[in-house]
């Protein structure tokens, strides 16, 4: 059974339950995406991502009964130039996809190139979503102008970035992800974010000392970023370690559509849910 969520958190993860640091076993994963999928938070929960390298590998063969009509989000982990063959899988075993996502450069390389290949393949498509992970480092700003221009376009392009990673610098500073935030207001550019959202409310992790950004933080900031704040009061909010600020600015909206931010992944539904209801943005108690 599904309980209707607040429409501002709709959607808001996917379920990347086999990538770090979770690392579930596919068997395991398919599993308990079904159990999300029926359970009363289910309208949380967007489409279990897996690595392209997974599909082309068989190893969704047997797993989905093709009656159930699996959506999943596909990563591009083995290039933008294999992700046809991967996709070229999906329907002989009854799953889609209702999202790609996939890097277009490595930090410190020129994005152009990827993203118009990336922008080519979406022309083939059949209306599939397709993120274009950019580093936050140089040639930024001109592949969002090239995406913006592509969606303005008619297709169904938008941006990823990360948020946390292995290494410190795959951390965006508060400032750094306020600018790109802001960047994509300006150019009514949806976007999704990848790694580190643990938690709501930003924090640093035990065990390696990082800073994380926090779902929570990010939510707030968006929404300011959307009422046309400025840069710097977005970067302030995304440094906030206290939650109540962060539920203020939600206050009067659980029932509007999320602007600008798709959502992230997170390798477990149940500690971003177990957030939410804390922070009275799902109201738990429901029994699936």
Known sequence: MSTQLPALVAGLVDDAAVFPPGSASLPDAVAAHRRHRAAWYADLVGPLLLPASAVTAGELSGLVDPAEGLAIGLIGDTGLGRLPFALSFLPPLGV???QIE?????????????????VKLTERLDGVSVYAEIPLTFGLMGALDALADAR??????????RTGGLAVELFPTPAELAAVICACRDRDLP????????HAVRQVDPETGFTHHGF???????????????VDTVA???TVRDERPLVQCTD????????????FGS????????????LGLVNGGYEA
């Open 102 to 118: 996939a890097p277009v450069a490595r930090r410190g390389e020129d994005p152009q190139p990827g993203l118009a290949e990336l």
């Open 236 to 238: 302030e909010l995304l």
């Open 152 to 161: 303005a376009g008619g297709l169904p392009v938008a941006a990823k970035f």
């Open 216 to 230: 929570g933080n990010v939510l707030a900031a968006t929404l300011a970023a959307a009422d046309g704040a400025a």
């Open 191 to 198: 976007f999704k974010l990848t790694a580190g959202l643990h």
């Open 252 to 263: 009067g909206r659980h029932d509007s559509a999320r602007p600008l931010w798709v959502g």
């Open 96 to 98: 889609r996809a209702r």
């Open 267 to 278: 390798c477990s539904i149940t500690e971003p849910l177990t957030d939410l209801i804390r």
